[in-house]
């Protein structure tokens, strides 16, 4: 009950009746924020006329706005960011040192126009782009690319804490000093630069984070409560010459997970479609992280400016899961009665059940490094030199135990009648006749072991993965004080990134020898079991519950390596990419009769040399038994693709703005489908078939020779920025006015766009293409001397990957950012952000005609937040809608599969308060509400959202917690 309450009261006072004449503000001293990373200019030159024009070029890439505090201001200053750029990109800025709004960096991200994340585990966590997924798009801290804790090179983007970010920049279209750009967009990080601030500057931030939901799965490492403290120092020394910047984060980050997976819907007697089983759990999970930020800044002369960052950061997920398998109609169970709706088996009662019931513990550890030193050279007037060196480390373990117990071994025990309900919001509701705490032990209740001649009590898989990324990179500025450009850049860039994955995998069995000798043991006691109730969500009464890592350490549980990957491709492999990219931008400031124009236009080429290794099964030898085999294969390529690039910024009047771009962008192969590894399998039922499609052999593997996705990008752009009055009490000193369009503008005006944006795809990687396959080298292959006599061909197909797809996506943008003062000074304070985004898309396969959805794309994606600020009090609640899209999940192994993701809109709201003057003046008080709605995640099959693969539901997660800012 006090949860309902906490969320109404949250609720409330975003949208209660709140006093509306605000009190002045005192005017806070301007702060220049930071210089984007990809920015080569250097406002040190000592001739003014050289400065000048440096000027014109850096205000397109800074953040010219005032000292942060507040959700208005920092508004403010993300649409300064956003009005100065020279591409069309989205912002998002700190409301204070150590404070980026939203509950997370991911969530303040997914937020802005035409972006939309993924939530995994509970916690907002990938990004999309304009509608394409998270491999479409690349991340940078301070301009350095960013490895990937996943075994691809999508970002998790709650692996960064938010507190160490000033400010994060998406540039929605490229240009060519931009290194390590993605193909849909590129998120550009920024850390606070001291030597940019006019004083010390600290804040310490903590906060106390619940479930809404109780504890569903105790255990070692897990909690329905958690914190996050964190604090930022930022000062200067030696005559403002030399600057640091500290920063600490520790956090502790609880999610409870009511999941449910079904196997899928078989055919029954009738023609109905029923479910064919589910696995379902509790699960309680803790994400604990420490992160440390620093960076040293030194300007010891107005000619050179050397700035290093260094970041750490290190976490543990923990999962205790606790549920139960249930195998119906796919587990052999017999269907007893069913009510079908619409050719669907809506409800019914399964007899003979044989449960399989599941303590499983899921661990990932990571750590992330970033080092970069950036070092810019004024040689004079005219010419500057930066040199940039970054380093990206990442390494990941993770440790996926499954533990199983039940009635008796192969079904040999009393099973269970079930009856079930497919109720509307997708959830398999049951009702089932056992006791779940009594007579259960631990074995192997649906004989899986059984095909590789061991009782399988349960299994591990425990993939690792390092990836690690250094560049280089060095560019060269011609300022020009007259003409239409503002400047010439040119550079060079190298980079090197080599990712490992491997897995191992082994069986738990309860000890003794094989099923075919007689000796193994098929069940055996729980020692330390308790009861627990992880399932009452979905109608299952207590289970007993234990910790299979205690029952691995007296003996009763035993690993024996398995044969083999259950993937049926051997998983393990090792990437290489070389990367050489030469560039040039030309950077415009002129004027066209009475309309500005500024922007740019360049060009990337960039040649790259890849490699992988991986694992086949050596020629002659089987799959399973002593005989296995495996031997290591390997595969490269290389290309050179040319990327031009111009953004062109209209300026009709101070405040209306039309951009286009045209650019060519790429996206490289998952990491994972550049595995040349390969897995071959046999169906002896298809012996003597002669056609290849039905014949003997098949296979599937992976692809070294891969080539990255090809995109035209094209984007337009009008902006029309409001004018009015500050909002946030602050003034522009005299660089302000110079360089912030903001300023010149009388700033504090919200904006209005309409944006239209088209992708043309080419090169798009197939993930399953099929083709002829001669298996001649694997005549032995599982085949005894009679049977290839009956071989009919040594032809199958071969699936994997390749360069074969074409497709496009489009869509329309809307967004209003508007102040209510603007409508009425009675409004003063409130004010909302919207914006709605349409996306079609169009994906089209050689041999399949049928175009499919690009994967990742939501049709229709929209956020709102309404706020309230004044006299220290704010108060907002933000919606954020997606239509359903074709997403990844984790699968089998640790594995990527594609599965579509239901839509729908998560709320979350905040209210907080500042003491603006006494004994307690720079303290804010805040309390936060995430997934408000409660909102139940669901992924379906086949168009038909009754066929549920995963339905989940994470419950509301409230905080409370304090924030205060040094004077």
């Known amino acids: ?43 040190q030159s000592a001739d003014a006329n050289a400065k000048s024009a440096r000027d014109k070029k850096d205000k397109a890439k800074q953040m010219q706005a005032v000292q942060v505090n507040g959700f208005i201001s920092s508004i403010e200053n993300a649409t300064a960011l956003k009005k100065n750029a020279s591409t069309i990109v989205e912002a998002i800025s700190a409301e204070q040192v150590g404070k980026l709004p939203g509950v997370s960096i991911a969530d303040a ?32 801290v301070n301009g350095g690319q960013q490895v990937s804790t996943n075994n691809n090179r999508d970002v998790a983007f709650d692996q960064y804490p938010s507190s160490w970010f000033d400010n994060v920049v998406v540039h929605m279209s490229p240009q060519a000093d931009l290194i390590g750009q993605g193909l849909a967009g590129t998120v550009d990080m920024h850390t606070i630069r001291p030597l940019e601030k006019n004083g010390m500057e600290a804040a310490v931030n903590a906060k106390y984070i619940w479930n809404s939901m109780s504890e569903l799965a105790p255990g070692k490492g897990v909690s329905n409560k958690g914190r996050n403290l964190n604090g930022v120092w930022v000062d200067q020394f030696l005559n403002h010459t030399l600057g640091v910047t500290l920063g600490v984060d520790l956090e502790d980050n609880p999610s409870q997970i009511q999941h449910q997976a079904p196997w899928g819907y078989p055919t029954d007697n009738n023609g109905n ?98 080092f970069n030193w950036d070092n810019k050279f004024t040689i004079n007037e005219n010419w500057s030199v930066d040199v940039d060196a970054n380093y990206s480390r990442a390494t990941r ?48 209740p649906q004989g899986w072991g059984g095909g590789s001649d061991v009782v399988q009590a349960g299994f591990i898989n425990a993939p690792r993965t390092v990836d690690y990324l250094a560049n280089v990179r060095l560019s060269v500025e011609r300022s020009f004080a007259s003409g239409p450009f503002s400047s010439l850049e040119f550079g060079v860039s190298n980079s090197r990134r080599n990712k490992t994955y491997n897995i191992d995998q082994a069986f738990l069995t309860l000890g003794g020898g094989t099923i075919s000798g007689g000796n193994a043991i098929t069940s055996a006691p729980i020692q330390g079991g308790s009861s627990c109730d992880p399932l009452s969500f979905m109608g299952i009464g207590p289970q007993i519950c234990y910790n299979p890592f205690a029952l691995i350490d007296n003996g009763s549980l035993v690993n024996v390596p398995t044969f083999g990957s259950n993937t049926g491709t051997p998983p393990n492999w090792r990437t290489h990419e070389n990367v050489f990219t030469p560039y040039f931008q030309f950077n415009i400031d002129t004027n066209l009769g009475g309309v500005s124009l500024r922007g740019n236009f360049g060009m990337q080429v960039q040649h790259t040399a890849q490699s992988a ?113 500050l909002t946030g009490g602050y003034q522009c000193n005299s660089a302000d006015q110079k360089n912030s369009d903001l300023c010149r ?223």
């Open 1 to 43: 009950m006090k949860h309902k309450l906490l969320a109404m009261a949250i609720a409330s006072a975003c949208f209660g009746t709140c006093a509306v004449a605000n009190a002045a503000t005192a005017p806070a001293p301007a702060a220049q924020q930071q210089d984007s990373q990809q920015s080569t200019g250097n406002d």
């Open 109 to 140: 991200l997914g937020r802005l126009p035409g972006l939309a994340v993924q939530t995994v585990d509970g916690r907002p966590q990938v990004l999309t782009i304009h509608g394409l997924g998270p491999d479409f798009s690349t991340a940078l």
């Open 273 to 370: 479609l029923v479910v064919g089983g589910s696995k379902n759990y509790g699960i309680t999970d803790s994400l604990k992280r420490n992160g440390v930020l620093a960076t040293v800044q030194w300007q010891p002369n107005e000619f050179y400016t050397g700035t290093v960052d260094l970041t750490y950061d290190n976490y543990k997920e923990t999962q205790q899961a606790k549920g139960m398998e249930l195998p119906l109609w796919w587990g052999g169970a017999p269907l007893a009665s069913a009510t079908p709706v619409n050719g669907f088996d809506a409800s019914g009662v399964y007899t003979g059940v044989s449960p399989v019931i599941r303590n499983d513990y899921n661990s990932t550890s990571a750590r992330v490094y970033n």
């Open 397 to 444: 373990k993770d440790v996926d135990l499954e533990s199983y117990s039940g009635f008796g071994f192969n079904k040999s025990g009393p099973t269970d009648t079930i009856g079930f309900n497919e109720l509307g919001n997708g959830l398999l509701y049951v009702n089932p006749s056992l006791d779940n705490t009594q007579g259960v032990m631990l074995t192997d």
């Open 613 to 725: 290794t991986g694992e086949r099964v050596a020629p002659g030898s089987a799959i399973t038994g002593t005989g296995f085999d495996l031997i290591p294969v390997r595969g490269s390529t290389s290309y050179t693709r040319y990327l031009p690039s111009a953004n062109l910024i209209f300026g009709f009047t101070d405040n209306d703005d039309l951009r286009v771009s045209a650019a060519r962008t790429l996206s490289r192969p998952r990491m994972d489908q550049m595995n040349p590894s390969l897995g071959i399998s046999g169906n002896i039922n298809h012996l003597p078939n002669t056609d290849p499609n039905q014949a003997y052999f098949s296979a599937s593997g992976g692809n070294a020779k891969l080539q990255p996705t090809m995109a035209d990008n094209f984007n337009v752009s009008y902006e029309h920025y409001f004018s009015g009055p």
């Open 745 to 967: 503008s009388g700033g504090g005006g919200g904006y209005f766009s309409v944006s239209g944006y088209f992708i043309g795809l080419h090169d798009y990687i197939n993930p399953s293409s099929s083709y002829l396959y001669n298996f001649a080298p694997f005549m032995p292959f599982l085949l005894k001397p009679a049977q290839v006599a009956q071989l009919g061909t040594t032809y199958g197909i071969m699936t994997s990957p390749t360069n074969d797809g074409r497709g496009y996506v489009k869509g329309l943008q809307g967004t209003l950012n508007l102040p209510f003062n603007l409508l009425t000074p009675v409004l003063d304070g409130f004010g909302t952000i919207l914006s709605v985004n349409r996306t079609k898309s169009s994906l089209v396969y050689p041999g399949n005609a049928t175009p499919i959805t690009v994967p990742g794309l939501s049709k229709w994606v929209a956020n709102g937040t309404i706020y309230y600020q004044h006299n220290g009090f704010e108060a907002r609640i933000s919606d954020s809608y997606r239509s359903s899209f074709l997403g990844e999940v984790s699968g089998i192994s640790a594995t990527r599969i594609e599965q579509t993701l239901k839509g729908g809109s998560t709320y979350d709201a905040q209210v907080s308060y500042t003491f603006e003057s006494g004994r307690f003046k720079g303290l804010t008080l805040i309390a936060t509400g995430a997934n408000l709605s409660n909102k139940i995640f669901t992924t379906f099959q086949n168009n038909d959202p009754r066929q549920v693969q995963t339905w989940e539901r994470y419950g509301r997660t409230y905080s409370i917690g304090a924030s205060y800012k040094f004077q």
